[in-house]
């Protein structure tokens, strides 16, 4: 059933693209240069391997971020750019089996044994005054930078009001949002599910709908459907995750294809099929060129512009929308393996994913004993930010440093999920 599911989501992940995105979007270099049914059987072959391999079951929150980012991420790698490249079978095709390596690192970190670490004792009274406090601080810094918008954004306004964000935003409030709507908001989400106080899961909606309305984002709008998604695969403590996991990504695209088949349009393909998984996997094939031919960052922009000059006037998803746009206020973040790739080129890839198993494998001995559905919901949205940007990024801005600093505190006793 999951390979079956996978297939059948590698299917409509290519005939959304050829049918419905690529003649509308062709200017935008998704573009169809009709590669041959023997490049898609051997494109196929290599997304589907994976899951040749991959046990269904997760037990720790790394093995389920394993399966969110091969599907997410690493499928579409395999299957989009080909239509964009004249020669699929040209260097790019090594880039494809150095992520497929990297998908064979993740899941063998997720099966190391855990760190014996130090479980620190607070009582839950001074956790929850802590973490009142802190989501309390960030909100007032949110409402004292844009003011509180209590009308909902419609998807025709989201532009303006980002504009607007972009205007607004000073000093640390641009890091704030972005810790609301991936720490605060869900991990409030999360918590009203497993516990079932629903309070809190109201909260946590409260929360996302304060965050979109602030910045436009339509990602937090659909970060609650992803984070359902993740707890739905969870079924019976995520004994079938990856299964599970499978035919929602395929539910997913599927439905979003059959929907705009009924309305005569692109907008689901669009918004979901095209934002999540297609544009990254192009842009992937475009950092690629790019830094095939130029020199690599070295990340000289970023936390190693100390030790290394940078050789470009802009940070790389500027540039390459300035390259492949004609647009320098284009921002074409890609995804943490195209990131690397831009940074230290094949060395990279694996360096980066090496580090990220470190930081889940760290997360994952956080955690161990703990409830377990809590804490792979708790991790979901700032992993999500994997998709489209880079590593460290996802690491400062999107939270994944605060989450396992946060599961070094955090206590789930006397939760049974179900």
């Not at 290519?14 to 062709?26: E, T």
């Not at 099966?111 to 005054?129: H, S, T």
């Not at 999540?276 to 996997?281: D, I, N, R």
Request: with cysteine; aromatic share 18%; charged share 10%.
């Amino acid at each position: 059933m999951t390979i079956l599911s996978i297939l059948g989501y590698i299917f409509f992940l290519q005939y959304a693209y050829s049918h419905l995105i690529s003649p509308v979007y062709s200017y935008y270099t998704l573009t169809n240069l009709h590669p041959s049914a023997g490049v898609h059987l051997l494109s196929a072959f290599l997304a589907v391997l994976p899951a040749c391999f991959a046990n269904i079951s997760v037990k720790r929150p790394s093995q389920a971020v394993f399966w969110i980012l091969y599907l997410f991420v690493a499928v579409p790698i395999m299957i989009i750019p080909d239509y964009v490249r004249e020669n699929p079978f040209d260097d790019f095709f090594f880039f494809k089996l150095c992520v497929l390596l990297s998908l064979c690192i993740l899941y063998g970190a997720g099966k190391m044994n855990l760190l014996e670490v130090y479980q620190f004792k607070v009582y839950p009274l001074f956790i929850k005054l802590g973490l009142g406090v802190l989501a309390i601080g960030l909100l007032f810094i949110l409402i004292k930078t844009y003011g509180l918008k209590t009308k909902l954004v419609g998807f025709d306004d989201v532009y303006d009001v980002r504009f607007s964000y972009r205007d607004s935003t000073i000093g640390i409030s641009g890091y704030v949002l972005s810790w609301w709507s991936k720490i605060v908001g869900p991990g409030l989400f999360v918590w009203g599910i497993v516990s079932k106080k629903y309070l809190f899961l109201f909260l946590g909606l409260v929360a996302q709908f304060i965050a979109y309305n602030i910045s436009g984002q339509k990602s937090i709008i659909l970060s609650v459907v992803f984070i359902v998604a993740v707890m739905l695969a969870m079924f019976k403590k995520g004994q079938f995750f990856g299964r599970n996991f499978s035919i929602l990504a395929f539910l997913l695209v599927t439905g979003c294809f059959l929907m705009d088949q009924l309305s005569g349009g692109i907008a689901f393909t669009e918004l979901i099929s095209r934002r999540l998984l297609m544009l990254p996997a192009v842009l992937t094939s475009h950092y690629f060129d790019f830094f095939s031919i130029n020199p690599q960052t070295h990340l000289g922009h970023s936390v190693l512009g100390w030790l290394f000059p940078y050789s470009y006037h802009s940070t790389p998803a500027f540039l390459i929308g300035e390259t492949y746009f004609g647009d320098a206020e284009v921002s074409a973040n890609a995804n943490l393996w195209a990131d690397a790739f831009s940074a230290f080129g094949y060395f990279g890839v694996f360096l980066f994913t090496c580090i990220l198993s470190f930081i889940l494998w760290i997360y994952d001995s956080f955690v161990e004993g703990k409830n377990v559905l809590f804490f792979t919901g708790f991790i979901v949205m700032p992993v999500w930010g994997l998709i489209d940007s880079s590593l460290i990024t996802s690491m400062l801005t999107h939270g994944i440093l605060i989450a396992i600093l946060l599961a070094c505190f955090l206590r789930t006793d006397g939760i049974k999920s179900k």
